[in-house]
């Protein structure tokens, strides 16, 4: 896995997942490398929107991240698996309530 790194307020590393990590796939065994590099792109700006805008998960995901997994459904992108991979990543970038 590969990872990239955004400055916001401090910096934090978003890993980079590969087509395999997104659970994705195809009939016809057509190659997903646009999918995944369009979800790893997709999952850094989601990021660096939670953390600029301060907006919530579900905001952030139904703006920035679903229409890129809907684009990409022929590769499995907008099924349940690579959904809840987006949602947990997510999450881990939101801050915690003490």
């Keep these: 896995m590969e990872y990239v790194k955004i400055k916001v307020e401090t910096t934090v ?3 980079q ?3 395999e990590e997104w659970e994705l796939y195809t009939h016809d065994g057509r ?3 646009k ?4 979800l790893n792109l997709c999952l850094v700006e ?3 929107m939670l953390k ?3 907006l919530t998960v579900n905001v952030v995901f139904g703006m920035i991240c679903y229409p ?5 459904g022929d590769c499995g992108a907008s099924d349940t698996e ?3 991979i987006m949602w947990d990543a997510l999450e881990k970038f939101m801050p915690r309530s003490l």
């Design 13 to 15: 590393v978003i890993p």
């Design 46 to 48: 989601a990021v660096r």
């Design 52 to 54: 600029e805008k301060n």
């Design 31 to 33: 190659d997903c490398s």
């Design 35 to 38: 999918a995944v590099k369009a």
């Design 68 to 72: 890129v997994m809907y684009e990409f």
């Design 82 to 84: 690579p959904r809840n």
């Design 17 to 19: 997942y590969t087509a």
